[in-house]
């Protein structure tokens, strides 16, 4: 059960009616994360951009981006975002038998060594900063990563640590 209320969309103020608008027309909908975040409109017009930026731009496959999405939200527990990204790789034609692939064996999944590389990465920032050596990222580098890739993979962890924190604190509900 949520710990707080979702913002109505036909309730909000004009700024978030705007940023709801925005988010509709990209997703069909709008989440409930962001119908949360609307209770305080300056952090809902943060991660809506920051969402824009990091998962929608930049030089990452979305595929990709989604995977560490998933994967990141397992390490953390939080089924909503496990659950609204194994979503959004199959609405881009990933199976359901890769997805179990990209959660259980990602060596076995359909990216190539760059790509593993940097979900590989993103994965071990997110549960063991301080233990991501030189070598790790020097292995990602001698698989063709650049610098800008590392800090975009670096980028989507970030969103979703954050998220998983926000979503799993208030208990909200995938919708």
């Known amino acids: ?4 209320s979702t913002v109505d969309p036909a309730a909000g103020d004009h700024q978030v009616q705007e ?3 925005e988010i509709n027309a990209a ?3 709008i989440p409930n994360l962001f119908k949360t975040y609307a209770h305080h409109p300056p952090l809902l017009e943060a991660n809506w951009h920051k969402v824009k ?8 496959p979305r595929k990709v981006k989604e995977s560490i999405a998933v994967l990141v939200s397992l390490d953390n527990s939080c089924s909503y975002c496990i659950a609204a990204h194994e979503g959004a790789l199959q609405s881009i034609g990933v199976s ?3 997805i179990k692939l990209i959660e ?3 060596e ?3 990216f190539t060594q760059k790509e593993k590389a940097l979900i590989n990465f993103a994965r071990k920032a997110n549960s063991a900063a301080l233990q991501v050596s030189d070598e ?3 292995a990602a580098r001698t698989a063709g990563a650049t610098d800008a890739e590392l800090v975009e993979a670096l980028g989507v962890m970030e969103l979703f640590t954050s998220f998983n924190k926000f979503l799993d604190t208030l208990q909200v509900e995938l919708g």
């Open 1 to 4: 059960m949520p710990r707080i």
């Open 19 to 21: 940023l709801f608008t």
């Open 27 to 29: 997703f069909g909908r």
């Open 53 to 60: 930026r990091v998962m929608m731009e930049g030089v990452l």
């Open 96 to 98: 359901p038998e890769e």
């Open 104 to 106: 259980t064996d990602l």
């Open 108 to 110: 076995k999944a359909d």
């Open 136 to 138: 790790e990222i020097g």
